[in-house]
């Protein structure tokens, strides 16, 4: 009997939404499980096998300099590296710090800012170890996760569309709430994977899963300029 | 023949056509637009609702008659029905390596209140799909029990160019049966057949046989939505137009605007491009394919070994633009494009192609000059 992979996952400066989105999968859990063994998830078990890991998920952002060491330790046990979620893609919200003084925040948010260590910048896993695949969203769309984890367990390529959340909406026969009511949208900007669930209950998207595949070739005014038309 | 059928006989015909065993589809109003779905009777026809058009704007607004198709056309198209955004083409299982077709169960739909442009858009879709060497099973199966109730145009939006297209407004063929809408005296509806199956529901209505003022007046209907839009498109150089205009610094200027979003080309009733996608169970045990819609605007629909042929917007955008109106026509033997106007609607950034043609157009006569 062959044994089974081993499954860990690993939390950075988050909120742990990513992660909870695995044990969100509820129906799927028990063939996740079935699938994988969940060596290290310290949010479902406190159980902890040793590793090396076949597949490690990261979520969170590099924010402090007890992170920036441990992300090489994570790497050095895992054979493959999959970044999840805005934070460890890109940073999050957290990294809004970067286009202020770090003393300032500092000080204007903890009563006794002595006893923060942090770094100035909040940055993704990607600009600290090689990751193997990014998974963008805030949070994570489950079925995603469950596709990302069965390709890599096939030896396949996973099914993560890079192109915008329109596709998704035309898919689904959402009538564009850009065009059709005018409200503002960042769907044509924003990477698919979400099902276009915000246009489906009739708002705008807010783009939480980060830009689509060369997203810096879009032109904001072009996109501005119909909010509101 | 033709006949005259009462307005409030309308829902006779979708009773006539559920009685046939037809699944109805047609225009109702959601979620803010006129969508196509399922009719349960003429109430849910959007009566009294038109929709006003511009590049990247669609609203409805309310008709001071009481039209049940005084409207252009919506986001939606019939491809919707024939080429559904997603189809399991099969499935296959480790358990003695078995691979099974789909199997689908196909059910007889009538189309209600197709336009003319629409029906030109089936037809081109018809060849792309039906003809030539590699018929596709499933737009097949879906097609063969299509009932196609065409309605005539009588209310062209802004964007409308179907009479430059020689698409519309008026239906001249591909239908089972056609319907004008009449205003003038009586709410009514002129009723001309186009098949057999046409002649069989025509048969099961309660119509009276036309006088010539209901033909001259389904005409001047026609003739009034063929005049709203005349001049347009200039359609007739556009094939060597574009095509002796490939490295033309206006497709750079368009870039600059487009999003590559892929919305024109969702909307549109003849896009066709579709992916492949191979998934498999957690378990390794199952394995299917789908056939999913894709768009020629995403990065990695030109992906291939070795890189990508169509890695900028420009290139995308020219790409799309030039097969639609011109590339198309050497491929199969028409345009690509019907003029119903769908792709400057539903383009966020209000690119309009009419005007992207006639600036290639004018830079043209300026390098030729």
Redesign the interface.
């Known amino acids: 009997m062959t044994r089974k992979p081993t499954l860990a996952v690993w939390k950075f400066s988050s909120c742990d939404g990513c992660q909870l989105s695995l044990l969100d999968c509820e129906d799927?859990l028990l063939?996740?499980a079935?699938?994988v063994e969940i060596a290290y998830f310290l949010e479902a078990s406190s159980a902890v096998a040793r590793g090396p890991y076949d597949l490690s998920l990261v979520e969170g952002s590099i924010t402090t300099p007890h992170d920036a060491e441990r992300i090489h330790q994570v790497r050095r046990v895992s054979k493959t590296l999959v970044s999840i979620g805005a934070c460890a893609t890109t940073g999050g919200i957290q990294a809004l710090r970067s286009a202020h003084r770090l003393g300032d925040l500092v000080s204007a948010v903890y009563a006794r800012p002595e006893y923060i260590s942090t770094l100035r910048t909040s940055t993704a896993i990607a600009d600290h170890v090689p990751v193997d695949f990014e998974l963008q969203g805030c949070p994570i769309a489950k079925a995603q996760l469950?596709?990302v984890?069965?390709?890599l367990?096939?030896g396949?390529r996973a099914?993560v569309?890079?192109?915008?959340v329109?596709?998704e909406c035309?898919?689904?026969?959402?009538?564009?709430v850009?065009?059709?009511?005018?409200l503002p949208?960042l769907?044509?900007?924003t990477q698919a994977g979400c099902g276009a669930l915000c246009p489906s209950y009739?708002r705008g998207c807010f783009g939480c899963f980060g830009p689509k595949?060369?997203a810096s070739?879009?032109?904001a005014p072009?996109?501005a300029?119909?909010f509101g038309? | 023949m033709a006949e005259v059928l009462a307005a409030a006989d309308l829902g006779v015909l979708l009773g006539a056509l559920r009685a046939r065993g037809y699944r109805v589809v047609g225009p109702r109003v959601a979620?803010?637009?006129i969508?196509y779905a399922e009719l349960d009777d003429a109430g849910d026809l959007p009566h009294g609702w038109t929709d006003e058009q511009a590049p990247?704007?669609?609203?409805l607004a309310r008709r001071d008659d009481d039209a049940y198709f005084g409207y252009a056309v919506?986001?939606?198209s019939w491809k919707?029905e024939l080429l559904p955004?997603?189809v399991r083409l099969w499935q296959a299982s480790r358990d003695g390596l078995a691979v099974e077709e789909e199997e689908t169960d196909y059910q007889p739909t009538a189309f209600v209140g197709v336009r003319p442009c629409e029906l030109a858009a089936i037809a081109i879709q018809d060849r792309v799909f039906l003809d030539g060497r590699f018929a596709d099973r499933d737009y097949a199966a879906r097609r063969a029990d299509v009932f196609l109730v065409a309605v005539e145009c009588g209310s062209p939006s802004s964007l409308c160019f179907c009479s430059s297209l020689g698409t519309g407004p008026g239906a001249t063929d591909g239908f089972d049966l056609a319907l004008t809408e009449l205003h003038a005296g009586e709410h009514r509806f002129l009723v001309r057949s186009g098949s057999s199956a046409g002649n069989a529901v025509l048969a099961d209505l309660p119509t009276r046989p036309a006088a010539r003022a209901d033909l001259e007046t389904a005409e001047q209907v026609v003739e009034a939505a063929a005049r709203a839009q005349a001049g347009r498109f200039a359609a007739e150089d556009v094939h060597d137009l574009l095509l002796r205009n490939l490295e033309s610094p206006h497709w750079d200027a368009v870039a600059?605007?487009?999003?590559?979003?892929?919305?024109c080309t969702?909307?549109c009733p003849t896009c066709f491009c579709t992916h492949v996608?191979?998934?498999?169970?957690?378990?390794?045990e199952t394995?299917a394919r789908d056939r999913?819609?894709?768009?020629c605007?995403?990065?990695?629909y030109a992906e291939m070994h070795g890189g990508n042929t169509r890695p900028?917007?420009r290139a995308r955008y020219r790409q799309w633009l030039t097969h639609k109106l011109a590339t198309w026509e050497d491929q199969f033997g028409t345009s690509g494009c019907v003029g119903c106007g769908r792709c400057i609607?539903?383009?966020?950034?209000?690119i309009d192609i009419r005007a992207e043609v006639a600036a290639i157009r004018q830079e043209d006569a300026h390098a030729h000059a």
């Open positions: 799927e063939a996740v079935g699938a469950l596709e984890v069965g390709a367990l096939a396949r099914n569309p890079t192109y915008s329109c596709v035309k898919r689904a026969g959402v009538p564009c850009l065009v059709s009511r005018g949208c769907g044509p900007a009739g595949e060369q070739d879009v032109e072009s996109l300029s119909a038309r | 979620a803010g637009v969508q990247g704007r669609y609203r919506g986001p939606h919707r955004p997603r600059e605007r487009c999003l590559s979003c892929g919305n969702l909307v996608e191979d998934t498999s169970s957690l378990d390794g394995a999913v819609w894709d768009t605007f995403s990065l990695r900028t917007t609607a539903w383009c966020p950034a209000a």
